[in-house]
């Protein structure tokens, strides 16, 4: 006997390429009806369209002795001296925005630094094409609320549009010396979506003006026909002007700004340049163990993380063949019981790794809510030929 037909009709999925090296981001704006994104179907299910520094003392906790007894002495040498040091939490952010690059990881990171105290020193080391308009947003907002605590700094690998909006929120930025940034351009497919284009421009003029930087400078990332420009005196002020006609000419009409490591340092639009940890760590004034702590905290969470995705990208595949070949040899129940077997793991990968569901695997909210469907018909198919005359049962 073989599972009953359940309805899985393709649909279309909201699908974003981000490109393989200096590319635009591709949005996906839910706000905006307006935004359709490059749409594939999946061959088995469809988804559903889906720098200040602040520092402060570290707080010190209450101190209580047993009853007739004397309290206990504060905590000196090297107790008390680990209680002041500050912690520096490096988070690797690799991928696209909305799976590799999320802001649930950066609150992950928040926690823990909260749990020390104010001034912990947060690094998000990105390296990303680009992404999802709907998690840059809460990528905004949870940034904003981080640096009101901590000293947030982005290191740029590679932050094209949607990894460049995300860095645009810290208040100190450093580049590798090959790094890019720039190019926040809103495209459907390979199209720029000029509807939301002046919206669009506010909007990182707005993450530039929130990092510390010259609000002239986002329009230019955005729309190719802003041109952008500067003069630096002796003593290293820089003025910004929107137009190719003063000494340094940082985006021409017809041409989307990205910076390199060499301009971004010269205009004071990044702080630096860094090759290594260590030397970021020295460029920040971080590196002397006696009042900092070098914690692993961050690398473990972005860790854990990637590892899952890889794992989803693996597995689910092969679920999704083997619930329609496993069994199907012994038929009756136990074809029955392997396809259960297999909708519910799918369902459960979806639990842990939605955004690799949805967004690479092609297995939305939709598709989930089937899989629970014929799971429930599945189960009954069980019990009736359980209940059935052996002769009856098919296996």
């Known amino acids: 006997m073989t599972p009953k037909k359940q309805g899985m009709n393709p649909m279309n999925q909201l699908w974003l390429h981000a490109p ?45 002795g047993a009853p ?7 905590n000196t040498g090297k107790d008390a001296a680990a209680e002041t040091k500050k912690h520096v939490f490096m988070l690797p952010l690799d991928g696209m925005v909305g799976i590799g690059l999320r802001h649930d990881e950066m609150e992950k990171v928040e926690q823990i630094a909260d749990k020390i105290g104010p001034g912990q020193v947060i690094i998000l080391r990105i390296n990303s094409n680009g992404g999802l308009v ?6 905004a907002e949870s940034l904003t609320r981080i640096k009101q605590k901590h000293r947030l700094v982005a290191w740029i690998e590679k932050a094209i549009s949607g990894g460049a909006f995300t860095a645009l929120w810290c208040d100190e930025m450093y ?16 199209t720029e979506v000029s509807a939301v284009r002046e919206e669009w421009k506010e909007r990182v003029a707005e993450a530039c003006a929130g990092g510390g930087r010259d609000p002239l400078i986002g329009p230019a990332m955005v729309h190719s026909e802003v041109e952008l420009s500067y003069e630096k005196t002796p003593d290293g002020k820089v003025t910004f002007y929107p137009d190719a006609k003063h000494t340094y000419v940082l985006s021409r009409s017809n041409e989307n700004l990205d910076f ?29 163990p006696d009042k900092y702590v070098i914690s692993d905290g961050g690398k473990k969470i972005a860790a854990e993380w990637q590892k899952l995705i890889k794992d989803c990208k693996e597995k689910v595949p092969l679920l999704l063949r083997k619930r329609d070949i496993e069994g ?68």
């Open 175 to 190: 580049f590798m010396p090959e790094a890019a940034l720039g190019s926040i351009t809103m495209l459907t497919g390979r």
């Open 20 to 64: 393989v090296s200096v590319g635009p981001w591709r949005w996906l704006r839910v706000a905006a009806c307006v935004w359709v994104a490059l749409a594939v179907a999946s061959p088995i299910f469809a988804s559903a369209t889906q720098g200040t520094k602040p520092s402060a003392a570290p707080p010190t906790g209450k101190q209580t």
């Open 328 to 395: 199907t040899s012994e038929g009756g129940v136990t074809q029955l019981q392997a396809r259960i077997k297999n909708n519910q793991a799918i369902i459960d990968w979806f639990k842990k790794c939605r955004p690799e569901m949805v967004y690479e695997l092609g297995v939305g909210d939709q598709a989930i809510e089937r899989l629970k469907e014929e799971n429930e018909e599945l189960r009954k198919q069980v019990k009736e030929l359980q209940a059935a005359p052996r002769d009856n049962r098919g296996n």
């Open 68 to 74: 007739a007894k004397a309290a206990p002495a504060k």
């Open 260 to 288: 390199n490591a060499q301009n971004a340092e010269h205009c004071g639009f990044s702080d630096g340049t860094a090759k290594t940890e260590a030397d970021l760590y020295k460029s920040l004034g971080v590196d002397d």
């Open 134 to 139: 709907i998690e840059g947003d809460m990528i």
